[in-house]
């Protein structure tokens, strides 16, 4: 679901500011790439039970998580390491493309309950190449939207993206959105801390200068 430069270059990854490829790890081909595509010229098109027991590509996922700085590429938001349940999201289906299913440059970091929402439908756009501007966030609602200056096809692409990831949904992106716009509000996290677990959110409010004003729009209470 960029290209703000600083977040770009701090590699702040997220789908709605644009996501800057990182370079594969030294251990990736012989924890993955190697044995992968040893498993694939033995099995051409492997099961769901067959990929779950060559799933090499989870070796990886601790410098995935590193790489990525921990932010989710479809919600924008810090996967906590206890509690987050980051996985490897393979950007082209493995059923679509075997071959990429072991290959560093289809992996994008996702946390599970947005991962188990792209699963293998193919009209989420790539991370990779969202541009600056796409995707923006109303206030006082927390909405994600289409930019407003957006060509009518790349508008319905943008939206069939958020609605495929539920990128409003209410029990989950928007209740995380939420939590992070009240404890900023209430003085409870600072500017820097959205920028480090939320930089979507940061830089929508920068956007929008909206840093200081957030706060009397929202009108939380300390006893909210």
Known sequence: MATLAVLCEDVRGEIV???AKQPTP??????VHKPGMLFLSRVKSPSTDQWNKHAYWRKILPELHLAYNGICAYSCHWIAYDTGADTVEHF???SVAPAKAYNWSNYRLVCAVLNSRKREFRDVIDPFQVKDGWFVIRFPSLL???GKELPER???RVQK????LGLNDEDTCMKS?????KDYCLGKVTFGHLEDEAPFIARELSRQGLTNTIKTMMQYRLSD
């Open 154 to 156: 790349l508008v319905s």
């Open 26 to 31: 030294a251990t990736f081909v012989d924890l």
């Open 161 to 164: 993206t958020i609605n495929r």
């Open 17 to 19: 500011i644009p996501v």
């Open 177 to 181: 959105r939420e939590k992070y716009i």
């Open 144 to 146: 994600v939207v289409p």
């Open 92 to 94: 082209i289906p493995k």
